[in-house]
């Protein structure tokens, strides 16, 4: 089995994530992980589509920081409002 391994002979925690949805790309939980490392790396707008992914198979699934946050990182704020409302209906 091929390891995909980054600095000490390790995975990295985003290639490990990728990796675990390679293996089960319906785990709601994956997929938020994923969404939650790409928010942290500032990657906003792949941070979004994770995020929209995960919305679309679960609508209650409010784990990691989802629509709202990027979207307040983004400076967009009435459409974070927006989300946060909709995720608390």
């Not at 600095?7 to 997929?31: C, H, K, M, Q």
């Not at 790409?38 to 629509?67: F, M, N």
Request: aromatic share 12%.
């Amino acid at each position: 089995m091929r390891c995909i391994c980054g600095g000490a002979g390790r995975p990295t925690r985003r290639e490990g994530s990728r990796r675990a949805r390679d293996l089960d790309p319906f785990d709601p939980v994956i997929n938020d992980l994923l969404g939650v490392e790409l928010y942290y790396a500032r990657r906003y707008d792949d941070a979004l589509r994770q995020s929209a992914e995960v919305w679309k198979c679960i609508r209650t699934w409010a784990c990691g920081p989802g629509h709202g946050a990027v979207y307040e990182q983004k400076k967009m704020f009435a459409e974070a409002f927006a989300q946060y409302h909709q995720s608390i209906a």
